[in-house]
């Protein structure tokens, strides 16, 4: 399978605990983009990757997460001290990073979904 | 402020029958506007790409329409099935490299 792969599939963590999540892109893309996802909405952006570069931060971004791209290729995102409104499904997605005739979709991977007691 | 709109009402058809879905959106000037499909417990998966200097496009039994004068896109499943039972969201790539998404239309077509 050659997809966007991201692990754990699911976690649940207490109030205050630290989880780190991992994506694993398509292996030529190079743009890499994190998004939450709550239930009944649309996915939020969180932050985004070109290569090792993290080029843009929503404000939703809190300073309890971060994001890394270390070699341009995985990417982990952390939350420190969880807390219960973080409980999300948080989605992962990668791109070429330019239009391709009329293409230019963010392939999405499954998720994580994080449930925070 | 920045909105994107649709109908967070579900949408219940007859198979056979067109369904039509809405993107509005405000204070928004979108490069091109994406169409994807969500399936319960998966990530989106997209489907068309309308830019700004297009009115209509299609791929198979979808079709897409964007009107930069009202703000809005519209999205058409002619011949509906249900397995095109999903919800579906739409995407605005405006300024920088992100996608904002509206909050979806669930679709539900019956046999």
């Known amino acids: 399978d050659t997809g966007v792969s991201q692990n754990p599939r699911h976690k649940i963590t207490k109030r205050g605990q630290n989880v780190t999540f991992r994506c694993d892109p398509i292996?030529?893309?190079?743009?890499l983009y994190w998004y939450r996802q709550t239930l009944g909405q649309g996915p939020e952006f969180l932050t985004y990757?070109?290569?090792?570069?993290?080029?843009?931060k929503s404000r939703l971004l809190s300073d309890r997460f971060s994001a890394e791209r270390p070699k341009g290729s995985f990417s982990t995102l952390e939350i420190q001290r969880t807390e219960q409104g973080d409980s999300a499904m948080y989605l992962c997605?990668?791109?070429?990073?330019?239009?391709?005739?009329?293409?230019?979709?963010?392939?999405f991977g499954p998720g994580t979904r994080l449930t925070v007691l | 402020s920045q909105k994107i709109e649709q109908n967070s009402e579900a949408l219940n058809i007859q198979e056979g029958k067109t369904a039509t879905l809405t993107c509005n959106y405000t204070?928004?000037?979108?490069?091109?506007l994406q169409w994807y499909r969500q399936d319960p417990g998966r990530g989106p998966v997209f489907l068309l790409l309308?830019?700004?200097?297009?009115k209509e496009k299609r791929k198979e039994r979808l079709k897409v329409t964007f009107d930069t004068t009202l703000k809005q896109s519209l999205f058409h499943i002619t011949a509906s099935q249900p397995a095109d039972s999903a919800t579906y969201l739409c995407?605005?790539?405006?300024?920088?490299?992100?996608?904002?998404f509206g909050g979806g239309t669930r679709v539900l077509v019956k046999p």
């Open positions: 997605a990668s791109s070429l990073g330019r239009l391709v005739g009329s293409r230019d979709e963010q392939f």
């Open positions: 292996s030529e893309h190079n743009r």
């Open positions: 990757f070109q290569n090792e570069a993290q080029l843009e």
């Open positions: 204070n928004y000037s979108p490069a091109y």
């Open positions: 309308i830019r700004e200097n297009e």
């Open positions: 995407a605005l790539k405006a300024a920088g490299n992100k996608l904002t």
